[in-house]
């Protein structure tokens, strides 16, 4: 090129291609990958996936209820603008740190499967897994009991107050957010074969799109009856009965009686300790102690100096991911029915056995489940905290984005497809059964420094929730990141097509890396035999609120893979 305006074009587009370059790599954060600062309030902070919902919190917050109050009513919120990820028709977890008597309560509200459905029937019918959408998949909604137990022990404000405002949506029209209705239009395809679907959640055999309004009078009216009748309207009443009549008109066994028996429980959360942190988590049938077993493997090595993104760090997160989800396939079900080394498997000394098995050089292709002693788990969370120092961490899912595409006549929500986790072979802890808790997914999480609230949060999304869960304090704990940033940073994801129904990993299984990794660690990994594979959306969506524990100031932190928002006054 030898003309010289040609030529000082050239230099002049090289020039701020460069400046470019570096402008993009001077961020504040001084990190790579992109990211934004916390939102920081004093006198209380709610982060959701939907911005409508955290503003509902907020407005809670204002008027005098506490976090308790704020969290319920955003979840319901959440099953009328989020169906793709939650509604009455699911189950609920939580934790919550109570200001008054300074300690962390959890909450089980996940449902049985029904009492009149046995192993027999499926062996009969030549399946060799619970059907991941219809009628044998559906076990009893627990979430509407998890709303009243949570309000009876802690909510200061009316129930009818709290679900006031989605009554007021359902009725008048709300706009539909842009990755909701994504996937929304994603599930109508497979889900309008199931009766009642198409009729109350499409609009002309379509999902609503993006700022569309839409209305569901059922959510309503469901809501109404909740708001004058409590627990027992959803369990005992109109509700149950018509959900028993629906689902067994449809080929299903799910009853009334199977909804008047349904009762949640509160449990004691468990933690271990990592970098001076405790990390909360609830104990089986769900799958929060995997975080745990993965952080105790994981801290006998020096994350820090092996450098975030690293291949050496990547490669020993997954080794030790893989050692704790042998045991998540082998040990995690319904603790009622099966017995759970629950504190085996969460100890010190037993992470040491487990971290023998991890090759600092090499991917495994089929690990070992362990050996503890025995003794004589698509989703919305979110997170509120208060003036008063109480804080909740509550996750709530349908599980397959929308459900199992039961929807039954003028209720306005979908049941649940939760007893597809159940392993339909016999003798396993996880083995089908009537009237058991499945394994379940959906995890919420709680971190304390020195016996004080520091931060509940939580991670969307199946099987990469405890993964991220351990993601999230290692980001900040050996990687000095803040909130925010922890969640928004390059996630590792990976998976085993055969678990959680008890089968061992013998290919190894899949690494997914997020956007964001250097392309010399993903070659440096692929030396080490990892199969790397490129997936877009399976990565959870995050939320979170820290507490100063020396001013009492909140962040916050809501990330851009979702809809949703953190936001304060």
């Known amino acids: 090129m030898d003309h010289p305006i040609a030529s000082y074009l050239l230099l002049a587009f090289i020039s701020v291609l460069l400046a470019s370059s570096v402008l993009g790599q001077d961020r504040i954060t001084g990190r790579s990958f992109a990211t934004r600062s916390e939102v920081i309030a004093q006198h209380g902070m709610a982060a959701t996936s939907q911005p409508l919902a955290t503003q509902a919190a907020l ?57 009149s459905l046995s192993m027999e029937h499926f062996e009969k019918a030549g399946l060799k897994k619970v059907p991941s959408h219809g009628p044998l998949s559906v076990s009893v909604p627990g979430c509407v009991d998890g709303w009243f137990a949570l309000h009876e022990k802690f909510g200061s404000k009316p129930m009818a107050e709290l679900l006031a ?43 609503p799109r993006k700022g569309e309004l839409w209305r569901n009078p059922g959510i309503a009216a469901t809501l109404r009856q909740l708001s004058e009748g409590g627990r027992d309207a959803f369990y005992k009443g109109p509700v149950a009965q018509v959900i028993g009549e629906y689902i067994q008109a449809n080929g299903g066994f799910l009853s009334a009686e199977d909804m008047a028996s349904h009762k949640g429980e509160w449990v004691e959360p468990v933690s271990t300790n990592y970098r001076g942190v405790d990390l909360w988590e609830l104990p089986p049938n769900g799958q929060g102690i995997a975080a745990l077993q993965i952080l105790n493997i994981l801290e006998a090595y020096d994350l820090r100096s092996m450098g975030f993104g690293s291949a050496d760090y990547i490669h020993h997160f997954v080794e030790a991911k893989k050692l704790a989800f042998e045991d998540r396939a082998r040990f995690y079900a319904d603790p009622s029915m099966v017995e759970v080394p629950v504190d085996e498997l969460i100890s010190k000394p037993y992470a040491a056995k487990r971290r023998k098995h991890l090759n600092p050089k090499r991917a495994g292709k089929q690990v070992p489940a362990g050996n503890p002693a025995l003794g004589s788990g698509d989703t919305i969370y979110l997170c509120t905290a208060d003036e008063e120092g109480n804080m909740v961490s509550l996750i709530q899912s349908n599980y397959r984005g929308m459900g199992s595409g039961m929807t039954p006549p003028g209720l306005g929500f979908i049941l649940q497809d939760r007893g597809e986790l159940f392993d339909l072979t016999p003798g396993r802890p996880n083995s089908y059964a009537p009237g058991k808790r499945p394994f379940h997914t959906i995890i919420p ?9 520091w931060i509940a949060f939580g991670v969307m999304g199946g099987a990469t929730q405890p993964q991220a869960h351990a993601q999230i304090l290692i980001n900040m704990l050996d990687f000095d990141m803040g909130l925010q940033e922890a969640g928004d940073a390059p996630r590792i994801l990976h998976s085993e097509s055969s678990q959680p129904t008890g089968e061992r990993m013998t290919d190894g299984g899949e690494l997914s890396l997020e956007s964001g990794i250097e392309y010399e660690a993903i ?32 962040y916050g932190a809501s990330e851009s893979r979702k809809d949703g928002q953190a936001a304060g006054w």
């Open 445 to 453: 999480a709680f971190a304390t420094k020195d016996g004080k609230p």
């Open 523 to 554: 070659r440096e990994l692929v030396e080490r035999k990892h199969k790397i594979v490129w997936k877009v959306g399976p990565y959870g969506g995050y939320q979170a609120i820290l507490r100063d524990p020396v001013s009492g100031v909140y």
């Open 59 to 115: 407005d809670v917050l204002k008027s005098g209820g506490n976090a308790i109050d704020a969290a319920i009513c955003a979840n319901a919120l959440l099953g009328l603008v989020e169906p793709t990820g939650n509604g009455m028709g699911g189950d609920l977890f939580a934790i919550v740190w109570d200001a008054k008597t300074k300690r962390l309560y959890g909450y089980n509200g996940s449902g049985r499967s029904p009492m």
């Open 165 to 207: 405002p989605t009554i007021r949506y359902a009725e008048e029209g709300v706009p539909i957010s842009e990755l909701i209705a994504y996937y929304w239009d994603k599930s109508v395809p497979k889900l309008s074969a199931y009766p009642g679907f198409a009729n109350q959640f499409t609009t002309n055999g379509h999902a």
